[in-house]
């Protein structure tokens, strides 16, 4: 089903392109692990299993470490009311609606397809929100839902979190403590842990650049769909400087879940990492919305928090 979210072409591209390098990359590493196991039924079963379990069940693991559960419209009627007036608007199925008891000011999309969406929103987001900024961040999660953005990101990242999951496990493992061991066994895991950190680094860097690119896609298609890009830039401001309020143990928390955030658990502008950031820089963000701003003739100054 198509929505009558803007099609963004550079979008496209670039997560096609990324796929298609992380495939390359993700057939390279399980050719690697199967020569050096020399079991590629084991392989491939336990790679299998995993993306399954993370493709299919994406969306209740993020409600689950965030806290977030679905709400009904009895509940949150006006949250439900400006979902369902953007859905309408876009051409686009309603997802599930959640909240986390959060006090920390964020949102993110989930689910593994537009059909089996879910957007969830902090209390900390509700409380500091006035409706048309509320109605930006909606906008823009909605967006990353309509482009399939987190379908992509959770298959993307899937190489990574495996690479880093076989590091882990022979570093933690009995590899290298305890018991002897002949020379061949230890060349063998050595080499694995070699493959598999040099995929996480390489995967690491695409998913990042393509992460910073779908924030900014967002952001345009959110401003043109309500026609207030200084309401989302006002949001953008807003909670940027919220979030560098709240607790360093809180954002700690959160900040495995960067790249599904509205904006990142950080708590400050990034510097030589804005390199190996998931988002933007607030000042590109601003930037972009301030041209769309000017293109939509709109008479508000983005980037001021109302």
């Avoid at 050096?36 to 336990?46: D, F, I, N, P, T």
């Avoid at 439900?80 to 959060?102: F, K, N, W, Y």
């Avoid at 690479?163 to 066994?185: E, H, K, M, P, W």
């Avoid at 607790?247 to 904006?263: E, V």
Wanted: charge should be positive; hydrophobic fraction near 50%.
């Amino acid at each position: 089903m198509q929505s009558r979210f803007r099609s963004d072409r550079g979008l496209t591209a670039r997560m096609g392109l990324t796929l298609f390098l992380l495939g390359l990359l993700y057939v390279g590493f399980v050719a690697a692990l199967i020569v050096l196991l020399r079991s590629w039924l084991l392989v491939v079963v336990l790679i299998g299993a995993m993306f399954v379990a993370q493709f299919w069940f994406s969306d209740r693991i993020a409600l689950f470490a965030m806290r977030g559960r679905t709400v009904e419209r009895a509940e949150y009627p006006e949250l439900h009311a400006v979902v369902d007036r953007l859905c309408a608007i876009a051409d686009m199925p309603v997802p599930v609606v959640a909240v986390s008891e959060l006090d920390m000011p964020n949102a993110f999309a989930t689910g593994r397809s537009p059909d089996h969406a879910v957007v969830c929103v902090t209390t900390g987001l509700l409380r500091r929100l006035d409706p048309a900024e509320l109605e930006g961040v909606l906008a823009h999660e909605l967006s990353h839902v309509a482009h399939k953005d987190v379908a992509v990101i959770t298959v993307a990242s899937f190489l990574g979190v495996i690479a880093g999951l076989v590091v882990r496990f022979a570093f933690y493992s009995q590899v290298f403590g305890g018991g002897r061991r002949d020379q061949n066994t230890a060349a063998v895991f050595a080499a694995v842990i070699g493959v598999s950190a040099a995929v996480y680094a390489l995967s690491f860097l695409l998913i990042r650049a393509l992460s910073r690119y779908r924030e900014l896609a967002a952001d345009r298609a959110a401003a043109h769909l309500t026609g207030r890009p200084s309401a989302l830039a006002a949001a953008l401001t807003k909670v940027s400087g919220e979030i560098a309020r709240i607790p360093t143990k809180d954002l700690r928390t959160a900040q495995a879940f960067n790249a599904f955030y509205f904006t990142p658990a950080t708590g400050r502008e990034p510097g030589i990492e804005r390199f190996f950031s998931t988002h933007p820089t607030l000042e590109q963000r601003l930037a972009q919305l301030g041209r769309i701003s000017a293109e939509l003739g709109e008479a508000a100054t983005p980037g001021k928090a109302g």
